[in-house]
């Protein structure tokens, strides 16, 4: 079985989740814990950033070289098309989504962050213990912001990418008015980046993250509850009711809930 190393919150991860989904492919997620599975990431890969698919012996890294390797060795439901025009586009809107989208949406979720408490609080784990989770709801504001300030999400930092990814989400609306897909008929690479890499922005409404299930459809504000980007929202979340396979929460080997890391 494919096995996907990743975070339940990373946005790349979730663009590789879509994609092994959409391809109708069996996996088991390995959550790999921040600071130490990275190191032990790096003893298997030498890559220590999420996501890498391991494919029997065979590691990628990356989720454009994990998309294109998919395409390649399991061809079934084509992720890139074949068509010259088309697949140019397909490449070059991936490519776009992947530096804009998500980049910038980590930056407008620390905002969002950074604003609300319980928001806060409900992103940590569910078996976060009650004493951390507390802890992390009553760190100030101003706290939070000469963090973010010390990993270059200034103020201005995060104002400038929220204004960016509004004219994101203006695009991809009028792009999807009278298409169903991206680039057209078929669905591609570039609707399963877009839509994957945008959870960040809002939530989907079902249940395909390990969150708490107050978090569906809540998001980043003025992105997440703006009425102007709604139809992209909702041409989201049609998308993840067509090809993305809702969370069981059966035993971690049945290839669902996140496993930690093991060290082969």
Not at 42 to 51: C, D, E, N, S, Y
Not at 85 to 90: E, F, I, Q, T
Not at 96 to 109: M, T
Not at 235 to 247: S, V
């Amino acid at each position: 079985m494919l096995e996907l190393y990743q975070w339940e919150l990373s946005q790349y991860s979730e663009k590789v989740r879509l994609i092994l989904d959409y391809k109708g492919l069996d996996y088991r997620k390995i959550e790999v814990t921040p600071g130490i599975g990275q190191v032990d990431l790096f003893r298997l890969t030498g890559q220590k950033q999420v996501p890498v698919l391991k494919d029997g012996s065979r590691y990628i890294v990356d989720s454009t070289e994990i998309a294109k390797y998919l395409d390649l060795e399991y061809p079934d439901r084509p992720l890139i098309p074949k068509d010259a025009k088309k697949r140019g586009l397909c490449l070059m809107m991936e490519e776009w989504a992947d530096e804009s989208i998500g980049i910038k949406g980590r930056k407008a979720l620390f905002s969002a962050i950074s604003q609300d408490q319980n928001f806060r609080k409900s992103l940590l784990p569910t078996s976060t213990p009650d004493i951390l989770k507390n802890l992390v709801e009553g760190v100030p504001r101003d706290i939070l912001t000469v963090l973010g300030v010390g990993v270059g999400y200034s103020p201005d930092v995060i104002k400038s990418a929220i204004a960016d990814l509004k004219q994101d989400l203006e695009a991809l609306t009028l792009l999807l008015a009278d298409s169903p897909y991206l680039l057209g008929d078929e669905p591609s690479l570039a609707d399963l980046a877009v839509a994957g890499l945008s959870i960040l922005l809002k939530f989907p409404d079902g249940p395909y993250l390990d969150l708490p299930a107050s978090l569906r459809g809540k998001g980043v504000p003025a992105l997440a509850d703006n009425p102007d980007y709604a139809p992209f929202f909702s041409w989201r979340d049609r998308l993840y009711a067509q090809f993305r396979k809702p969370l069981t929460f059966v035993a971690p080997s049945a290839g669902t809930a996140p496993t930690s890391i093991q060290i082969e």
